[in-house]
């Protein structure tokens, strides 16, 4: 039954990638058939992490424009929070992203995280494998704002990218478990404040001991290329 | 086996309190027996809660400042996150109401949310309930830094006070559902920064519609008083 649609998706069709996640996103009947025969994929996936208005969505902006500008494709999953009371979700990711939307490199689909914890949707793990069977160069996942002990991004993705804004509380803040310890790369958004660079040196000094390989440190404002460049020696390495 | 330590907590003695609290933490065999005879009360519950770095900390310290200068007894519950790798936690709220751990009328605890998600101990309502038992006038439970879809709070406390700072994102930031929607009361925290009066503002187009009783917008920087005022009609609308 699934069988065109796969054809269909791996040549790049991407209404019917759509409607495919809508099916495994509805549990439509007969969606377990379709996840059986996904085929194993390599796409690297990027997860895109961090506390709410860290700046998740401008640094997958500048990702997306950087990937773009390189000719390489990317899929983009974008996760918000389904309120507890209505059960209705802003998709506010669609507004920051609108400038890709009609791009044909570029795919972007929200989703709402439908009750559960984590910062993911609740089906993240199949709808991502699908998504890599389509012919696409990257995969980025970005999560709604997170928690401090929100971590699941990071057994999801090859490389986990942490925003985070100087202020976020004081040295204590930068110690303590859960979020700060499942980055690949830091991002220290909004570095232009006041005491941006006490901070970096504070998440210097703690990673010093216990990450030495492949931890970069990007303190100055969003720039896609060198977050691109951080992010492609994690992706091979993953491989 | 449990009636004398209940005597001792109803009578103020700490020291049992936090035993008996360890022995719920660690499912201390027949811990059951203790849970079902626990008394109803009606301690007030003031649950604070907010992003990561927001400054939830420093409100509980000023919060216990003023309710102890007004002769009242307070107990807390900190939650702070566990390791996803090693399962450890820094407690640090510990370091930072460093003031108040000699004061009689203050009793502190740091819970760690060993891998819970949603922003509290798995067994929060249980030591929430025993912690009531003891001659408390408030019960004032400290969330970890949540996320957007972390609300479990609201379920606990009579009154919900979220803390936020004045650049946590843009005006779409604000209209997102989850944890914007659980607040009694917002505290708008580094209010001296720029553009603070622009999120204020926002804030108060958002919750115009929805929230009409008892909401109120605390946009100056911590103020013991001023939340204590804000507080106390809320707690008495929920008894």
Redesign the interface.
């Known amino acids: 039954m699934w069988k065109q649609q796969l054809d269909e998706i791996r040549n790049g069709n991407s209404k019917t990638l759509a409607r495919c996640i809508s099916c495994i996103e509805n549990e439509v009947p007969g969606y377990e058939d379709l996840l059986q025969e996904l085929p194993a994929s390599t796409t690297p996936v990027i997860g895109i992490t961090g ?3 860290a ?1 998740k969505s401008t640094l997958v902006d500048a990702l997306i424009g950087t990937l773009v500008a390189a000719g390489k494709s990317v899929a983009v999953l974008c996760v ?6 209505n059960l ?3 998709l ?1 990711d669609r ?2 992203m609108s400038e890709w939307y009609n791009n044909p490199l570029v795919f972007i689909r929200s989703l709402a ?1 439908r ?5 993911l949707h609740p089906k993240i793990i199949e709808i991502s494998d699908l998504v890599k069977t389509a012919p696409f160069d990257y995969l980025i996942i970005e ?9 699941e991004i ?1 057994g999801l993705a090859d490389a986990t990218v942490v925003v985070v ?1 100087p ?3 004081d040295e ?2 930068t ?5 700060m ?2 980055a690949d790369i830091f991002v220290v958004n ?1 570095s232009d404040r006041p005491d941006a660079d006490m901070f970096v040196k504070n998440l210097r000094l703690m990673l010093a001991p216990a990450f030495t390989i492949g931890l970069t440190l990007l303190s100055f404002n969003v720039l896609g290329d060198a977050l691109r460049d951080a992010v492609d020696p994690l992706l091979q390495r993953s491989r």
């Open positions: 506390p709410p208005g700046g918000d929070p389904s309120s507890p009371f209705g979700a802003l506010g507004i920051r995280t009750g559960s914890l984590g910062g999560t709604v704002g997170v928690g401090q002990s929100e971590v990071a804004v202020e976020a509380g204590v803040q110690m303590k478990a859960g979020l310890e499942i909004k």
